[in-house]
T-cell receptor, first 112, second 112 residues
């Protein structure tokens, strides 16, 4: 069964901490994405990557960075966490073609 | 920029009813349209994918249609059940891009 996994389901961090969210897929997909989901705002794209070491900004990249050193792994980094980054973070991957996006289970991040 | 709108935002129906959820998008140059289901606190599960050259897709009690020229899709759920209670999201990606843009979803409650 194909799968996208995320390192944590729930995470609590302090303001100013550096936070790493990890996403791993086992489907050999080229394209990977990070979204955040907030009530009333829906899913918003933070960053995406279409190949190893390649990254592109999405709609809301401020305060975030990403890393993709291996094809199967896409990491989201909060350099200095702030309370307005409290959210549900969803990772997804897509094969380059007419295929469905596969999502991970999400990480609920709370920044105190 | 592609905008995706879902109507209604919320829906509560008795078990057994047939339902129609609506999705509209502003740019008709789409590659795929996908319908997802999201249970509370969980990731997204792909339900149906309609390629731009297709008119509809069916899976069990679900049928999704696509009218690209008018920028609309509908998700039809037959004989609804309490287990169908979830949020349903529509996403489209533009030609030349694999990035899904999401609507804000329809929150469905099916009561016994």
């Amino acid at each position: 069964d194909v799968k996208v996994t995320q390192s944590s389901r729930y995470l609590v961090k302090r303001t100013g901490e550096k936070v790493f969210l990890e996403c791993v897929q086992d489907m050999d997909h080229e394209n990977m994405f990070w979204y955040r989901q907030d009530p009333g705002l829906g899913l918003r794209l933070i960053y995406f990557s279409y190949d190893v070491k390649m990254k592109e900004k999405g709609d809301i990249p401020e305060g975030y960075s990403v890393s993709r050193e291996k094809k199967e792994r896409f990491s989201l980094i909060l350099e200095s966490a702030s309370t307005n980054q409290t959210s549900m973070y969803l990772c997804a991957s897509i094969y380059s073609g007419r295929s469905s996006a596969v999502f991970g289970p999400g990480t609920r991040l709370t920044v105190l | 920029k592609q905008e995706v709108t879902q109507i209604p935002a919320a829906l509560s129906v008795p078990e057994g009813e047939n339902l129609v959820l609506n999705c509209s998008f502003t740019d008709s140059a789409i590659y795929n349209l996908q319908w997802f289901r999201q249970d509370p606190g969980k990731g997204l599960t792909s339900l149906l994918l309609i390629q731009s050259s297709q008119r509809e897709q069916t899976s069990g009690r679900l049928n999704a249609s696509l009218d690209k020229s008018s920028g609309r899709s509908t998700l039809y759920i037959a004989a609804s059940q309490p287990g169908d209670s979830a949020t349903y999201l529509c996403a489209v990606d533009l030609v030349g891009s694999y990035i899904p843009t999401f609507g804000r979803g329809t929150s469905l409650i099916v009561h016994p």
